[in-house]
């Protein structure tokens, strides 16, 4: 620690940026935060923190943040006080509501603020405006795997955890660029030797060689959004071949007869090999290495997420686990790894697609338990779900939702098809952005809520093993922020009765985690053992945590727990793979990637005033085949613009690579400079509305022809 930055105190906290969840310590000077380390305590992360992590102090006091709340006078952003900024929006919202009913006031939330923040603003949102168009953005990384998870499981929740890394015979990673995006699950793989006295097979499956597949003992460049077909046909292989767990899928499973019928019948490994451009003899290998492993894991994220197949692909991984018997057992799991760092978080207090704790809308019993927990009406109770974020759009669009509340979150980066999403904004009547940072949403805002971020506030995140650990407020808000749990709260008083009957006597986070500990009583995320003191003590607490597991639950399903199905069983699903909607063609010949780079974080608000950060990775880049390159006649340096039907990008940068396939390109999504999202697809999953952000059909064009 350079001397002139020693910190006075060290406060012990969570890193606040992706689903890994690293603990660390906060560095405190002159009420700053001026350093930050790892925890070497932590069992995520013994003591190492990737590039963000440790430049994440600077994020707080970065020249991007608002520090007071803002309106839009004469056309312009101005400083408002709080009491002008809220008196205005609740104003607009009870117009537009009597005008033109609840659900024409939408609220888009995030995966960034703490579960008590969730639980707070998602009460607000359901019992208090009484609307339920609601969603979060992590229905753009996250929402295949809820969807996968709870066709199969009968639930959400990832069955696995990290240390399943460290005890696998076999690790399948299938569109997951750990290198990139999650890079201190390596360590965990790094143990795997030391603990089981052996090298793990690792398996990447991706049609790019990341970084991550420079790992691999088997790299498996597979065509793009074919890894259904690809999981379909390992199944086959391996019915095929006998390698099944007959008793497992017996006593654990139901629709084994159907599944397989479909399988036989419909994915030959003949046939796979062709979607799929992996050889047969290939197949047959990986298929093998895969079953007769003792204990074999899979683990994905976006790559599989964000496809308009995303939830039945998820269905297709978690198959494979049930044939071959790899569930709930050291290193036998199908692991999905979240992207934000409290995506868990807003997913069990249902603020995406279900009432919170993981109730069903469907569920009278579900709706009534709830109500009865937090003492309102049961008709109060959302009866369905309203509009998915994309949904929420077209209904903008459409005119019939007027007004829209984004929390920490910056579509107009991070949405597809900007042109469209630019179209339906136009129209609102009233965009509210909460928000620390001036995100290019934000720039547009009729009011910005302005919010304090991490390190200035105080409760918990979940991460992608349903580990919850504690988030400490290390300084205090910068200029006159609020927490986002002070935001709503003090919101919540500008509607008459409201705070009054959702937050009686609440002041502090910790009465939000306290009646979420009630409401999650007896679900499948029971939080009921969980203290700020014991989740600190004992490095995180991953749910269930209740009298029977004090200590909390590494894995769900092992052999004593059954899964919340009506028969306590896993189902196997006939699923079909489908063909890209937009492939290539005489005018668009390229298939277009996104992706991300490990320096940067989503659309840049957190990380574009980190100098080290962007030093290493400034700008987007387009990385293509050599072969691609020599037909286009450019070079590593040159500069291009791309185009879809949809739209054109100009001027980034090229670099040459042989990571990619022949035919298909990869640009970072992060840049608002080069935005990618300009091109791409709205195109969405039906079951979980999760956009195809991975293919669409692209040209590159030479900037020095006009
Ligand atoms: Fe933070 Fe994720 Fe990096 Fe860990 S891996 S330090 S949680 S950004």
């Given at each position: 620690v350079a001397k002139q930055k020693a910190p006075e105190k060290w406060v012990r906290s969570t890193c606040g940026y992706c689903g890994v969840g690293c603990g660390l310590y906060i560095g405190v000077k002159d009420g700053k935060p001026t350093y930050t380390k790892g925890d070497p305590a932590h069992p995520v992360n013994m003591g190492t923190l990737c590039p963000k992590g440790l430049s994440e102090h600077e994020m707080v006091q970065s020249s991007n943040r608002y520090t007071k709340p803002m309106i839009r006078k004469n056309g312009q952003l101005v400083e408002s006080t709080w009491d002008e900024a809220f008196k205005t929006t609740s104003d607009k919202f009870k117009e537009i509501q009597a005008k033109h009913g609840n659900g024409a006031v939408s609220v888009v939330s995030t995966g960034q603020l703490l579960t008590e923040e969730f639980y707070t603003l998602g009460k607000f949102v359901q019992l208090g405006l009484k609307t339920n168009n609601y969603d979060g953005n992590t229905t753009l990384c996250m929402a295949s795997a809820v969807m996968g998870y709870k066709q199969t499981f009968g639930s959400d929740g990832p069955v696995g955890c990290y240390e399943d890394f460290s005890y696998a015979d076999t690790i399948m990673l299938i569109g997951a660029n750990i290198a990139d995006n999650h890079p201190i699950l390596k360590l965990h793989i790094a143990k795997n030797k030391k603990i089981t006295g052996k090298k793990p097979k690792i398996i990447v499956i991706d049609p790019r060689f990341s970084k991550t597949a420079k790992m691999a003992d088997i790299f498996v460049p597979i065509k793009p959004r074919s890894d259904l077909a690809l999981m379909n046909g390992l199944c086959h292989i391996i019915l095929e071949q006998g390698w099944e767990n007959e008793k497992f899928i017996n006593e654990r499973t139901t629709g084994y007869k159907e599944f397989r019928k479909h399988i036989m019948a419909n994915y030959s490994p003949a046939e796979v090999a062709i979607t799929t451009g992996i050889e047969v003899k290939e197949l047959y290998e990986l298929a093998r290495v895969y079953a007769k492993s003792p204990a074999a894991m899979s683990a994905w994220t976006m790559g599989v997420?964000?496809?308009?197949?995303g939830t039945d692909t998820v269905s297709a991984i978690c198959n494979l686990a049930l044939i071959t018997g790899n569930l709930g057992r050291k290193g036998a799991t199908a692991l999905s790894i979240t992207g934000q760092c409290n995506a868990m978080g807003t997913r069990e207090t249902g603020f995406t697609s279900s009432i919170p704790g993981y109730r069903n809308f469907a569920s009278s019993y579900d709706r009534e338990e709830y109500a009865t927990i937090v003492n309102v009406p049961v008709e109060d109770v959302p009866q369905k779900r309203g509009y998915s974020y994309p949904q929420i759009i077209d209904a903008i669009e459409a005119g019939e939702i007027k007004a829209l509340w984004l929390v920490a979150t910056n579509p107009l980066v991070s949405f597809p098809d900007q042109k469209k999403l630019r179209r339906a904004l136009n129209k609102l009547e009233l965009l509210v952005v909460q928000d620390a940072f001036k995100s290019e949403t934000a720039f547009k805002a009729d009011v910005v809520f302005s919010a304090s971020t991490w390190s200035e506030k105080e409760g918990t995140y979940t991460n992608s093993e349903r580990r919850c650990n504690r988030a400490k407020k290390a300084v205090e808000p910068l200029g006159q922020t609020k927490s986002d749990f002070d935001i709503v709260l003090e919101f919540s008083k500008y509607f008459e009765g409201v705070n009054e009957r959702l937050y009686p006597n609440w002041e502090k986070p910790i009465d939000a985690f306290n009646e979420w500990k009630k409401v999650s009583e007896g679900r499948l995320c029971d939080y009921t053992g969980m203290t700020y003191e014991l989740i600190e003590e004992l490095g995180g607490i991953q749910w269930p945590c209740n009298t029977a597991n004090p200590k909390g639950t590494p894995r769900l399903y092992s052999e004593d727990m059954p899964c919340p199905t009506p028969d306590g069983k896993a189902k196997l699903l006939a699923l079909d793979w489908l063909p890209m909607s937009e492939p290539q063609n005489s005018s668009f010949p390229l298939i277009l990637n996104t992706g991300r780079t490990v320096e940067q974080w989503h659309t840049r608000t957190k990380t574009k005033t980190i100098s080290i950060l962007n030093d290493l990775a400034p700008e987007a880049w387009i990385e293509i085949n050599p072969q691609d390159a020599l037909k286009l006649e450019v070079k590593s340096g040159d500069r291009l613009d791309i185009s879809s039907i949809r739209g054109k990008i100009k001027d980034i940068i090229v670099r040459e690579s042989q990571n990619v396939r022949e035919g298909n390109i990869f640009v970072p999504f992060h840049y608002n400079e080069q935005l990618i999202n300009t091109i791409t697809k709205a195109e969405f999953d039906p079951k979980s509305f999760e956009p195809n952000y991975k293919q669409c059909a692209v040209q590159l064009h030479s900037i020095k022809v006009p």
């Open positions: 997420n964000q496809s308009s197949l």
